[in-house]
């Protein structure tokens, strides 16, 4: 018996020591940062002798962009290692994935290169002036071992330091944790001279970091954003997070933004600080990044919970996440008191008009846009013409909604509570939230039934009735009817003193009578015309009247007859309705938070 005893548990042992936990630990260095070559380090230990083969795997999109971006291709000098250096051989078994066969080996190290030198796609960056890393376009991942915790050391250039939303190890300025993969790749890093300014908001530490020369104001950005994070934790009832980074890149190329997990990534241009105009832009921005910390940072969509990293992620939400955070920054803007209240007025009317003007809007769904972002959405002619945007349509549906449920409910409640509801009841650690699912909490809140309002708006593409619906609010939209102009249906803009034709509306003149993207537009009657006076010529005639537009296409001459007809759009007017009813007048101060 006894000796039955030791030989069992001379068998056990080894399994129990390749039981254990594996380690990962991650490097990341810079030697040479003019190259543009991120060196990364992958290490994992304790891993059990059997299988034979290791997978490494990058992903193909990250989060917050929903396309494909294919970041292998920029990976170069992949080589494998065991604990003494002794090579293993590997292969690629697709695009994407590294197959590493280590034999009974119970830890392994890769090593590569990624070529990084696309900022403005938030994705991977270094030059020797810093470096922006976004995980997913940087790290490989094991798939089985995603949800281990990980350490990761940087090795900064010169004097550069490290500004991220990873926790450091105590007493370590290059050595943060991660519970897992997916936090390590949803906490970017900033690696350069970026000047960090930390500050208190609602008992959370906010670091504001920024990259770049500016005329920027830190003190008055810190209060100001403080201002934002106050009024959504108003909204929200929580702050998600221990410590938040704003992290800022100033430059004259790009602009846009990303969120993440406890940061944001923004980029916008140095010098519109002091311009109240600009700033208040750059303000919604950071109201609109900051929102996204619950919506779909926190409460996502049932399709990318948690993400596939590897393949496309289907989901007909992707509206809530991008429209009604766009919708919010909006509202919270004028609740912070950022926007002043009579701006609403023009906010709305430009509003109907963006939707009324883009024929997409009546070709695609909001769902439809959602799910086919990875192969839709690129903001060409034919997206205007044939597209809804998650963005315009998410946002022109959630005002809508709002309403509606205002409306319904005697004012008890909005669409704040749909969404705050929706936050409870789908936690981060859940499945995920679907369509349906906010239908059915919108229904419960307006008390009704929602099925023609979601068939129509949502998953339909039918034109918003905006008169009933701002009507609820006490507005009253009045077409500008008397400012039609008469109307070609095409942009053009000025490139090398040549004007080009950049979009034609689908369904206007210029659409019909066969005006093409990229023609060179060279006379209107006989006369040179330019984008500037475009519309000053244009004024000269009546609907009905017929142009003649001579333009170059491919270099040879052509020439179009076109009837011009009035605007098909016309600018619109918002006002107040002169009594209003106590309902109108409540679902009004309540929405933006103001007086009548
Ligand atoms: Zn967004």
Request: proline share 5%; net charge neutral; hydrophobic share 35%.
């Amino acid at each position: 018996m006894k000796f039955a005893v030791r030989l069992f548990v001379a068998l056990l042992l080894p399994a129990l020591a390749h039981s254990q936990t594996p380690i990962l630990e991650y490097k990341l260095g810079m030697s040479k940062p003019w190259t543009h070559l991120l060196e990364v380090e992958l290490t994992i230990k304790s891993v059990p002798s059997s299988p034979a083969a290791l997978d490494f795997v990058l992903p193909i999109w990250r989060t917050g962009r929903y396309v494909v971006f294919d970041f292998a291709g920029g990976v170069q000098e992949f080589s494998a290692i065991d604990g003494s250096g002794t090579p293993f051989r590997w292969a690629k078994t697709d695009k994407s994935t590294w197959r590493v066969e280590k034999g009974r080996a119970t830890g392994v190290t890769i090593r590569y290169k990624v070529y990084a030198n696309e900022f403005e796609q938030r994705t991977r960056g270094l030059n020797d002036e810093h470096a922006f890393v976004d995980g997913c376009a940087v790290f490989m991942f094991l798939p089985k071992y995603r949800n281990l915790p990980l350490t990761l050391t940087v090795a900064p250039y010169g004097d550069w330091h490290v500004t991220t939303g990873l926790d450091a190890l105590p007493g370590e300025k290059f050595v943060f944790r991660a519970p897992n993969y997916d936090v390590l790749v949803d906490s970017p890093l900033e690696i350069g001279n970026q000047k960090d300014f930390e500050f208190e908001a609602e008992g959370k530490k906010h670091v504001l970091s920024i990259f770049g020369p500016g005329n920027y104001e830190p003190d008055k950005m810190m209060a100001d954003i403080s201002k934002i994070v106050k009024i959504n934790k108003e909204f929200w009832g929580e702050l998600p997070y221990e410590r938040y980074v704003f992290m800022l890149h100033l430059g004259l190329d790009g602009g846009g933004a990303t969120e993440h997990l406890n940061s944001t990534i923004m980029q916008t241009g140095p010098f519109g600080f002091k311009n109240p105009n600009s700033y208040r832009g750059f303000l919604g921005l950071v109201s609109h990044e900051y929102f996204h910390t619950w919506n779909v940072k926190q409460l996502r969509p049932k399709g990318i919970l948690p993400y596939d990293y590897t393949k496309e992620n289907y989901v007909k939400e992707l509206w809530i996440a991008e429209g009604t955070t766009s919708y919010y920054n909006g509202v919270l803007m004028f609740r912070a008191g950022f926007n002043p209240a009579h701006g609403v007025y023009d906010w709305v009317a430009n509003t109907v008009y963006q939707d009324r003007l883009r024929p997409g809007n009546r070709v695609q769904s909001a769902t439809e846009a959602s799910f086919d972002s990875w192969v839709k959405g690129r903001g060409t002619q034919q997206s205007y013409n044939s597209e809804a945007d998650i963005y315009g349509k998410g946002a022109t549906v959630s005002l809508v909604l709002d309403l509606e449920i205002r409306q319904r409910s005697n004012n008890k409640s909005s669409l704040d509570d749909v969404m705050r509801t929706l936050y409870k009841r789908f936690p981060l650690s859940g499945h995920g939230y679907t369509v349906d699912d906010l239908q059915s909490i919108a229904e419960q809140l307006a008390g009704s039934s929602l099925k023609k309002f979601f068939e129509e708006y949502v998953h339909g593409a039918s034109p918003i009735d905006w008169e009933r619906s701002l009507g609820y609010a006490g507005l009253l939209l009045q077409a500008r009817d008397g400012e039609r102009m008469p109307w070609l249906g095409m942009q053009t803009t000025e490139r090398e003193n040549r004007t080009r034709v950049t979009s034609v509306l689908a369904g206007s003149p210029a659409y019909d009578a066969g005006v093409d993207i990229g023609d060179e537009v060279v006379a209107l009657n006989g006369l040179r015309v330019r984008t500037g006076d475009l519309q000053d010529r244009l004024a000269d005639y009546k609907p009905g009247d017929k142009v003649r537009l001579t333009l170059f296409r491919r270099d040879r001459l052509r020439e179009f007859d076109i009837t011009l007809r009035l605007q098909d759009v016309p600018p619109y007017w918002v006002s107040r309705v002169e009594q209003p009813t106590p309902l109108q007048k409540s679902i009004f101060e309540s929405w933006l938070k103001t007086t009548w």
